[in-house]
């Protein structure tokens, strides 16, 4: 009977839409878990073979690295707060953030797929008068911290939010949405060794990494983990989602962009890695931090109106400071 059914059975279920039959495809606007076979693996890498060699000069690789918050400040004169779409998928990959939100559908994984490994989240036991601190990296325009902000109804929860674009910043500043009360935002580049922030070492319950670390050149993100590492607290997690190798977007780089294995500089000169979920696996454990999920997504989108078919691949993990 509907009333004797829990709202946990209740809610919508994301991540099991599989598509079983070929024919199928433009059925829908996306698939689940798609696995690649062999073929498509090796056609991936052969693209990306020819996209990888670095012609860039040594002037224009300075560039690209001295001027990074630059060009990042000139994406967003150009975007504003229009380029990143707020994102429905925050609440059902990373309950964590909004453990009070019970609006977003389950997160379901295959059954025993390799490609997870995951730990059932603890959420929804927070102690009622305990702060909670989130701070996200690269919070660009507040894709992540707005929904946070608007669905979470803890009293107790204050996000800090930091990007090493100025203009990023000023544009969250000026959102209606922006409550000082429970929120704050500052101009900070993640990979200094030593951290201008205003909160202590061993502070943070979460600390939120989405599509930031790709836009760190590979040899400063382990400054970057250390320094998680430690502003977080002794059991608080990191909540990591970005990139995967051979995700459409680097499949789609034309000879000429790439700075050095895996990692391109777009025409904005804005800049991407590709990570394997291997890769992240062992930034994350070498710098101290205990493995709770490490995943690759694999989704198929699919543009109906054009007949086009897009695989997208993003590794998904969460990483927890030991007690
Ligand atoms: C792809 S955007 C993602 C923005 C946001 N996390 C989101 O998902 O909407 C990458 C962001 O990281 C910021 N970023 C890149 N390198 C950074 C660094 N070293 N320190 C702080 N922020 C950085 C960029 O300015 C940009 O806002």
Request: proline letters at 4%.
């Amino acid at each position: 009977m509907e009333d004797t059914i829990s709202n946990t059975e209740k809610r919508p279920q994301f991540g099991n839409r599989l598509l079983e039959n070929a024919e199928e495809v433009f059925k829908h606007n996306a698939w689940d878990n798609v696995q690649w076979d062999e073929e498509q693996e090796k056609a991936a890498k052969e693209k990306v073979q020819l996209n990888s060699q670095t012609t860039f000069t040594e002037d224009t690789l300075k560039d690209l690295d001295t001027n990074a918050d630059k060009h990042w400040d000139s994406f967003y004169d150009i975007h504003q707060n229009r380029f990143f779409k707020d994102r429905h998928w925050l609440f059902t990959e990373f309950p964590e953030l909004a453990p009070d939100n019970t609006s977003a559908p389950l997160r379901v994984y295959p059954n025993n797929d390799e490609t997870v490994k995951s730990i059932k989240p603890e959420v929804g036991n927070q102690a009622s008068n305990v702060k909670r601190y989130i701070f996200e990296i690269g919070c660009g325009v507040g894709n992540t911290i707005f929904p946070i902000l608007q669905y979470s109804r803890d009293p107790n929860l204050f996000i800090y939010g930091c990007d090493f674009s100025t203009k990023a910043i000023e544009i969250i500043r000026e959102n209606e949405l922006y409550d000082t009360s429970r929120c704050c935002v500052f101009v900070l580049d993640a990979t200094k060794s030593e951290w201008d922030v205003p909160f202590e070492k061993d502070s943070l319950d979460i600390i939120v990494l989405i599509f930031v670390l790709s836009a760190i050149d590979p040899t400063k993100m382990k400054l970057v983990i250390d320094n998680i590492y430690r502003y977080l607290k002794p059991g608080g997690l990191v909540v990591f989602r970005d990139y995967g190798r051979y995700d459409l977007a680097q499949l789609r780089f034309k000879k000429g962009r790439c700075i050095s294995d895996n990692f391109y500089a777009r025409g904005d000169k804005t800049k991407v890695y590709f990570f394997t979920q291997e890769e992240v696996s062992s930034l994350f454990k070498e710098a101290g931090f205990l493995e709770e999920q490490n995943l690759v997504d694999r989704r198929l989108q699919v543009n109906r109106g054009k007949m086009l078919t897009m695989y997208r691949v993003w590794i998904q993990g969460k990483y927890r400071k030991p007690l």
